[in-house]
C-alpha cells in the first residue's frame, strides 16, 4: 500500500536532494547500451522504439541478442501499474479528458509549458538540448518537442491507455529512455562544455519531473476552473489519481504523488518557492511556445492572445507562491495593454462587453480559441509531416473536431 501523501515532508532540504536524483531505472539502461559498445547504435534503437507500439522478443531482433535483452528487460520492468491504482478512477480521468480535451489542450500551451518555463534551472535543460527552440522562423523542432508533449497527454488520458499493453503505458517508456539519453548526452559532451550539476542539480531531476506532473494535473485542474468548468469533487479526485498513476509510471518518487487537487496545488507551490525565478532560458522557451501558438492558428486574429493567456492562468500560482510568474518569463502585461486586448478581441469575436465584465473575457475567448488552436495543431501534423498527431476517433467525434 501506498504510503499517504505529506506536503510537511517537502522542506527545502528534500528538494535540494531531490535535485540530485533522477531515474535509475531508465539511466542505467542507457549507460548498459552505450558501455556495452553500441553507442553507435542509439539512433537506430530510438527509431525502433519510436516506430513501434507493443514490445517483444521479436521486436529488437535485429539489433543483437544483448542489446535486444537489455531493452526487453527494461520495457518489462516499466510496464505495471502500482499496486494501488484504481481503475474505476482512471475511467472517470479519461471520462474528464474526453469531455474537456480541447480546453486540456489549450492549457497545456498556455499554462502548463509556461509554469514550467517559469523553473529557471528545469528550463535550463530545455533550453540546453535546444529541442524546444525555434530558430530564424523555423519552428519545426519546436513543433516536434511539443508534439511530442501533447501526444503522451493524449496517449495516457485516452479510453484505455492506462490499461495493460495500453498506448499510455508504452508512452512513458519511451519517454523514460528520452530524458535518460538527455541526462547521459548532456553529462558527456563532446564541445567540451560540462553541464554545472552544483547550480543546476541533475537534468530532468526528480524535483523537475515532480513540477512537470503537477503542471498537467493540479495546474490543468485550476485552469479549467478559471474556464467555468464545474468539476464534481470525484471527478477532480479521478483526473488527480490518473495523473499519480502516470507520475509512478514516468518513475518519480511516491513521495512527488499527491492524492488530491488541495495537496497537488500545495506541492506545486512548494517547487515554485523553490525554483521560480527569471532567467534568459525562461523567456526564450516563451517567446517560442507564443510563436508556435500564432503558427498554428490562422491569420494573425488571435496574436496577442497567448501572452494575455499566459499571464492570465499564472495568476493564482503567483499568489499562492508570492513570485510573480508572469514576469519571470517575459509575459507581465500591463493593465493598458490587457484592457487593449480584452477590448479589440471582445468586439471583434463575442461582442461589446464592459471591462467590469472582464472576467467573463478569458471564458468567452478561448471557446473558440482553443478549437481553432487544436484543429491548426491537427492540420500542421498531419499535412505531410513525418509523425502524425493521433486522436482517437471518438475523442475527436466528443470534441467536434475535423481533420481538414
Given amino acids: 500500500m501506498k504510503e499517504r501523501f505529506d506536503i510537511s515532508k517537502i522542506t527545502t532540504p528534500f528538494l535540494d536532494q531531490s535535485r540530485l536524483e533522477t531515474d535509475p531505472i531508465a539511466d542505467d539502461t542507457i549507460t548498459q547500451v552505450i558501455k556495452s559498445g553500441f553507442e553507435r547504435q542509439i539512433n537506430e534503437i530510438f527509431m525502433t522504439i519510436v516506430q513501434n507500439h507493443k514490445f517483444d522478443k521479436e521486436t529488437f531482433a535485429e539489433l543483437g541478442p544483448e542489446l535486444s535483452t537489455i531493452l526487453l528487460e527494461y520495457f518489462e520492468s516499466t510496464s505495471h501499474l502500482p499496486d494501488w491504482a484504481d481503475e474505476k478512477l482512471i475511467l472517470k480521468g479519461e471520462g474528464v479528458f474526453a469531455a474537456y480535451g480541447p480546453e486540456v489542450f489549450m492549457l497545456l500551451n498556455v499554462s502548463s509549458l509556461p509554469l514550467c518555463y517559469t523553473c529557471a534551472k528545469g528550463a535550463q535543460v530545455l533550453y540546453d538540448t535546444g529541442r524546444l527552440l525555434s530558430h530564424k522562423g523555423d519552428i519545426d523542432p519546436l513543433a516536434r518537442r511539443l508534439m511530442e508533449t501533447a501526444q503522451m497527454i493524449l496517449n495516457v488520458m485516452s479510453p484505455g491507455g492506462l490499461a495493460a499493453g495500453g498506448q499510455g503505458i508504452i508512452t512513458t517508456q519511451k519517454v523514460r529512455l528520452i530524458h535518460a539519453s538527455i541526462r547521459y548526452y548532456l553529462k558527456n559532451r563532446r564541445d567540451g562544455e560540462i553541464w554545472d550539476v552544483q547550480n543546476f542539480g541533475e537534468p530532468i531531476n526528480q524535483e523537475d519531473l515532480a513540477g512537470t506532473l503537477m503542471s498537467f494535473a493540479p495546474v490543468i485542474l485550476s485552469g479549467l476552473k478559471q474556464l467555468g468548468v464545474e468539476l464534481t469533487s470525484e471527478q477532480i479526485n479521478a483526473y488527480m489519481h490518473s495523473w499519480k498513476v502516470v507520475g509512478y509510471l514516468m518513475g518519480i518518487d511516491e513521495h512527488f504523488l499527491p492524492d488530491t487537487?488541495?495537496?497537488?496545488?500545495?506541492?506545486?507551490?512548494?517547487?515554485?518557492?523553490?525554483?521560480?525565478?527569471?532567467?534568459?532560458?525562461?523567456?526564450?522557451?516563451?517567446?517560442?511556445?507564443?510563436?508556435?501558438?500564432?503558427?498554428?492558428?490562422?491569420?494573425?486574429?488571435?496574436?496577442?492572445?497567448?501572452?494575455?493567456?499566459?499571464?492570465?492562468?499564472?495568476?493564482?500560482?503567483?499568489?499562492?507562491?508570492?513570485?510573480?510568474?508572469?514576469?519571470?518569463?517575459?509575459?507581465?502585461?500591463?493593465?493598458?495593454?490587457?484592457?487593449?486586448?480584452?477590448?479589440?478581441?471582445?468586439?471583434?469575436?463575442?461582442?461589446?462587453?464592459?471591462?467590469?465584465?472582464?472576467?467573463?473575457?478569458?471564458?468567452?475567448?478561448?471557446?473558440?480559441?482553443?478549437?481553432?488552436?487544436?484543429?491548426?495543431?491537427?492540420?500542421?501534423?498531419?499535412?505531410?509531416?513525418?509523425?502524425?498527431?493521433?486522436?482517437?476517433?471518438?475523442?475527436?467525434?466528443?470534441?467536434?473536431?475535423?481533420?481538414?
Fill in 261 to 404: 487537487f488541495e495537496e497537488g496545488f500545495a506541492l506545486a507551490t512548494k517547487i515554485l518557492e523553490h525554483q521560480a525565478a527569471p532567467s534568459r532560458a525562461g523567456n526564450e522557451l516563451t517567446t517560442s511556445c507564443i510563436e508556435f501558438i500564432n503558427h498554428m492558428v490562422p491569420g494573425d486574429t488571435f496574436d496577442e492572445l497567448p501572452g494575455f493567456l499566459m499571464h492570465t492562468f499564472l495568476q493564482d500560482y503567483s499568489n499562492a507562491c508570492g513570485i510573480n510568474l508572469a514576469k519571470c518569463i517575459g509575459v507581465d502585461h500591463e493593465v493598458s495593454a490587457v484592457d487593449h486586448l480584452v477590448l479589440k478581441m471582445t468586439k471583434l469575436l463575442v461582442g461589446t462587453i464592459s471591462f467590469l465584465e472582464r472576467d467573463n473575457f478569458v471564458n468567452e475567448i478561448s471557446k473558440p480559441f482553443n478549437k481553432v488552436l487544436l484543429e491548426g495543431i491537427i492540420k500542421f501534423y498531419n499535412s505531410g509531416q513525418r509523425a502524425h498527431f493521433l486522436i482517437p476517433p471518438s475523442l475527436k467525434k466528443n470534441w467536434g473536431i475535423s481533420d481538414h
